[in-house]
């Protein structure tokens, strides 16, 4: 009886794993099948020439290069904001909550700031910006900086839980081993756990990197518009390549128009893998220089 429910198990697995192969293979085959013919020069920069868009800075009112760049932007600022922060509660939660009444606490907040749809925290930075117009800066809007601060409160709970995750599972004889050669705590943690729970926090990277680029409805109320440019600051406008999918898909006209929408996609999804193989870089950089 035992044997054949591990063999289930094992059939279950596999059959798991074949699955979501196929599933991510025919999702892939759809969207370059729609979105191929138009992923080229034209959908990126319409009818401005690159060299003048990229390095002159000649506005782009027909193509994507602005969205992409307001992604890209948008994902850097989020993660530099969440990153340092979500790792040092995961480290704090791992490491140094020791009051059970405390730890409870902020394991729910945790779970609660986990469990938000981003409709509400878009709703969040929304009531905010509303709050200050009526009281210190009348002036205040949305804006790029706005809706990375919002992005990043989304991404956060990913990146604690798994800092946390990744130290917590740590063997017990690898934390004695700072301990035995005189390292202080934090010292241990640094160069002894830090590393070795490098990879499970990198998971919690990724998911945050994929979680800020694909995210509509927290931009759709945070700065996001259709044609802005180039944001020249933090404090203006944006576009991104979600919103301009879902733009493309309820506005489109002709059937070229929607598959502009399935490039974008593409596009998007490109954009996506760039930024993980950055992430696994860094995290090749790191396990070198704690070896």
């Not at 025919?26 to 979105?35: A, H, K, M, P, T």
């Not at 927290?218 to 301009?244: H, Q, R």
Request: charged content about 10%; proline content about 4%; glycine content about 8%.
């Amino acid at each position: 009886m035992r044997r054949s429910l591990e063999k289930i198990i094992v059939i279950l697995s596999y059959a798991s794993s074949v699955m979501t192969i196929m599933i991510f293979s025919v999702f892939l085959w759809f969207l370059i099948s729609r979105g191929y013919t138009t992923l080229n020069l034209k959908l990126l920069f319409g009818n401005v020439s690159p060299y003048g868009a990229i390095f002159k800075g000649i506005p782009v009112w027909d193509g994507v290069w602005p969205a992409l760049v307001g992604t890209t932007f948008l994902v850097f600022i989020s993660c530099a904001i969440a990153v340092p922060v979500g790792i040092s509660a995961g480290i704090f939660l791992a490491e140094y909550a020791t009051t059970s009444r405390w730890r409870s606490f902020i394991n729910f907040a945790v779970d609660l700031l986990a469990g938000m749809p981003s409709i509400v925290m878009g709703l969040f930075g929304f009531a905010m910006i509303m709050l200050l117009r009526s009281s210190l800066l009348p002036e205040a809007t949305t804006c790029l900086l706005l809706a990375s601060i919002c992005i990043a409160l989304l991404v956060l709970p990913y990146l604690i839980r798994t800092t946390q995750a990744a130290l917590e599972t740590l063997p017990a004889a690898l934390r004695l081993t700072g301990v035995s050669m005189g390292f202080t705590k934090w010292q241990n943690i640094f160069r002894v756990l830090l590393p070795y729970a490098s990879r499970g926090i990198l998971s919690g990277v990724i998911l945050a990197i994929g979680r800020a680029a694909e995210d509509t409805a927290v931009i759709l109320l945070t700065g996001v518009v259709a044609n802005s440019g180039l944001p020249g600051s933090l404090t203006d406008k944006f576009e991104a390549l979600p919103f301009s999918i879902y733009y493309l898909a309820a506005e489109h006209r002709t059937a070229e128009e929607l598959n502009r929408g399935f490039g974008s996609a593409l596009l998007l999804l490109i954009l996506t893998a760039v930024l993980f193989q950055i992430a696994y870089w860094f995290h090749g950089r790191i396990s070198k220089g704690s070896r």
